[in-house]
């Protein structure tokens, strides 16, 4: 098989993926609702690109309900004492194979404390999904099999997860995304000019506010695994104080926006990069970037840009992987499930 071959594959399966996604929280959207308007707080648990997707659905809940919202480190919570009281809060375990050791350690304390656990997962026969309660308490990302290493479709599939149970109080909010965002997706991935070139460049930093944090954790994640080097990723307005001055010529900085103050702050960012010499890239609907190169996306809502924000940004670590002779389907180094060991009690005597 051609290297890359499978991420391409799946990275193009992903509007259809994302309908099918949307459509079953709009199925469930009453049982979401009452989850969410019965909980005290909302906590999120996750992992790799599932931690990114979890940041996205902080904003989303936050902006949409109202209602509390954080992550927390899953080892923190499973392995360790984070100190906080999860009584009443409405616990939302993602995984996209239900088997990382750390988020079930988290799921399952976190049910022990008398939280109520809702599971996102693309595995809804796996070890996580049986923690849940009962079959309702399980959402099926609909990402079909996964078998390149780097998470694509399991990523968008889990963010329309999250947009659901964000806007199951917001029915005609959610059906306007069912009816346009994989219209949307599909239109970015049909686009030559959606695309930007990371020929050149070493030492990677991507940066988003709000909505676009979420895409500049899990941009910064795909060129990690694909090209094998150092990326950070920051929000726009953290990059700005201080973090700025570490870029120079060389260096490329992605900066994604999606709201009015996000775009504001990637500007900044784009000119700021710019002046120590960085090459910079601007993902986002249209404005007035000054980068040196640009992806202007379709206008939608902001909670839409991460969906198709993330579809260049894959594709760019793609074929800059394969510019370097790497295969981006199998990272060296890497499986497409994560054990980390687990600390056991004697441990901590």
Avoid at 280 to 304: I, K
Wanted: glycine share 10%; with cysteine; charged share 20%.
């Amino acid at each position: 098989m051609d290297p890359g071959a499978l991420m391409r594959a799946e990275m193009a399966e992903q509007p259809d993926r994302v309908a099918a996604a949307l459509d079953g929280v709009w199925t469930a959207r009453d049982y979401l609702g009452e989850a969410v308007r019965d909980a005290r707080s909302v906590v999120l648990l996750g992992r790799g690109s599932s931690r990114s997707a979890a940041t996205y659905g902080v904003h989303a809940i936050r902006t949409f309900t109202g209602k509390p919202a954080f992550q927390l480190s899953p080892a923190e919570l499973g392995w360790g004492n984070p100190g906080v009281d999860l009584s009443g809060a409405l616990v939302i375990a993602i995984s996209q194979s239900g088997e990382s050791r750390e988020v079930l350690a988290a799921a399952q304390r976190a049910t022990d404390q008398g939280a109520r656990l809702l599971v996102i997962t693309n595995s809804p026969e796996s070890a996580l999904a049986r923690l849940a309660r009962d079959r309702q308490s399980v959402l099926d990302c609909c990402a079909g099999g996964e078998r390149a290493v780097p998470a694509t479709k399991s990523f968008t599939t889990t963010l329309a997860c999250l947009l659901g149970l964000a806007l199951a109080g917001s029915p005609e909010r959610l059906h306007q995304a069912r009816r346009r965002l994989p219209g949307l997706m599909r239109a970015v991935l049909d686009d030559p000019e959606a695309r930007f070139d990371l020929a050149g460049l070493s030492g990677f930093v991507l940066v988003g506010e709000c909505f676009a944090e979420s895409v500049a954790e899990e941009g910064a994640i795909k060129i990690r695994e694909t090209l094998r080097t150092l990326v950070a990723s920051l929000e726009a307005s953290e990059f700005l104080h201080g973090s700025v001055n570490a870029v120079s010529a060389g260096n490329g900085v992605i900066a994604v926006g999606a709201d009015p103050l996000g775009r504001h702050l990637a500007e900044q960012v784009v000119t700021e990069a710019g002046l120590r010499g960085a090459k910079t890239v601007y993902v986002g609907p249209s404005g007035d970037s000054p980068a040196d190169q640009r992806v202007t996306l379709p206008e939608g809502l902001p909670e839409w840009v991460p969906f198709l924000a993330i579809l260049p940004i894959q594709r760019a670590a793609h074929d800059a992987a394969l510019a370097l002779g790497l295969d981006p389907d199998t990272p060296a180094g890497l499986n497409k499930i994560t054990r980390i060991g687990e600390l056991r009690a004697a441990d901590l005597a």
